[in-house]
């Protein structure tokens, strides 16, 4: 079969990003940007460069410094959003501008108030507008799956002729059906007159559990491009995953008519690193990357992978890189090989302080811990990039006290704004106690949404990561904490979620406002 190239564009910095709690810091961005690029993801959605002077900042270090992906920016269809993409994306080698405006009866008469005659003048002069910046424009219907296919027909070819050399139709709301998606996405391509000028792309997301079928279907249908995210993250229920798509082309080479340029072997790493920055877990069923996608329970699966590995696996644990992180380090590694692990990585320091905090991090776990693997490092960076957010409240001491037949205690000395305060508290756990003790300390009203744990490597002497969801007044953050001891860990991440409300960073929704 002759393949047609399906680019890959990653949206886990944007779209991923606008999970709930999902927030990530520039250089975290930067980190999974690189492992992306190490990937060879055709295109990196960044940001979405009006949002914030964060996420501005975050696309321009992006662009900085990857340059073998094409890096993009989301604006919506106007002036301002425009030259703040253009802005921020000065830097790159490659850059993309993806303009968007919403095309269903809703969202134009509920949302933007404006009639279908308004928006197609609304897209032209944004797809016009962003040429200015760049060759390489990107344009999406918002809410596709729901818009009239005469008017989506219409919009688009107004798109193209307006200088959009990629044309997305995204399922904004999840309400897709493989057949049905994938067939307007192929009559689309029949019926806008100037469809080959341009790519077609989809963007699905996963409200009902479909959206690496629907992206799937379309490609059968024509597209060329699928927008998707590592792990699946993504608003609600995420969007489609990336490592689906890609391993579901590898594997059955056989029916689809395309191939994707992306090096399969980094994709465990690259969901270890997003599951650890973010703080979402990967559930152990989930494909690909959970971690029982290649575990073999059954007697009569163990006995068929022994005798001949095709019996029951389809793909290789190592060609998505699940054996990659074995190399081990110990109490006696020096900073030269530490330093080494983290750049095989792709975790660079920005100066020597940097390094040698985290090093001396690296040496406080190698005494509780005797191997260090790849995932433990990866936390130890986030814990250490976490500290070094703005820090109102810093954890100087915890004594937890945990007994049979009496309410379990616990007492910190907490640093506010550098000065310490103790507090003390039981609760219904050690874990319990300390954090009452916490909110009676910092008074903040949040709510506790959301508590995680996960065991970063198997055994006993593991670090436990956890993850603690805050929410106040709508604002919802994600703070984790990772040690070797679970109630440290959860203190850490108590206080990480803390200090990220306290840096008030509230970002715009793209699809919640208008134009
Ligand atoms: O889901 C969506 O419609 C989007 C667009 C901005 C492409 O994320
Ligand atoms: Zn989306």
Sequence with gaps: MNKQQLVIFDTTLRD???????????EEKVRIAKILEKMRVDVIEAGFAIASPGDFEAIKAVAETVKDSTICSLARANKKDIERAGEALKPANSSRIHTFIATSPIHMEYKLRMTPDQVVDYAVS???????????????????????????????????NAGANTINIPDTVGYGEPGQFGETVGRLIENVPNSDKAIF????????????????????????????????????????????????????????????????????????LVST????????????????????????????????RETYEIMRAQDVGWHANKLVLGKHSGRAAFKARLEALGIKFEDDDALNAAFARFKELADKKHEIFDEDLQALVSDVSASTAPEKYGLVSLEAISKTGDKPQASLVIAVDGEDHAVSSDGDGPVDAAFRALEELAQSGAKLKLYSVNAITSGTDSQGEVTVRLEREGIIVNGSGADTDIVVASVKAYINALNILESGMVKAHPQLEGV
Aim: proline content about 3%; charged content about 20%; overall charge negative.
């Design 201 to 272: 792309s989809v963007h699905c997301h996963n409200d009902l559990g479909l959206a690496v079928a629907n992206s799937l279907s379309a490609v059968m249908h024509g597209a060329r491009q699928v927008e998707c995210t590592i792990n699946g993250l993504g608003e609600r229920a995420g969007n489609a995953s990336l490592e689906e798509i890609v391993m579901a082309v590898k594997t059955r080479h056989d029916l689809f008519p395309v191939e994707t340029s992306v090096q399969s072997e980094h994709i465990v790493p690259a969901s270890r």
């Design 126 to 160: 944004a797809v016009k507008h962003a040429r200015n910046y760049t060759d390489n424009v990107e344009f999406s219907c918002e809410d596709a799956s729901r818009t009239e296919f005469e008017f989506m027909c219409r919009i688009v070819e107004a798109a193209i």
């Design 16 to 26: 991923g990003e606008q999970s709930p709690g999902a927030s990530m810091t520039k």
């Design 277 to 308: 920055i973010t703080g979402f877990p990967v559930q152990p069923n989930k494909a690909i990357v959970g971690a029982n996608a290649f575990a073999h329970e059954a007697g009569i699966h163990q006995d068929g992978v022994l005798k001949r």
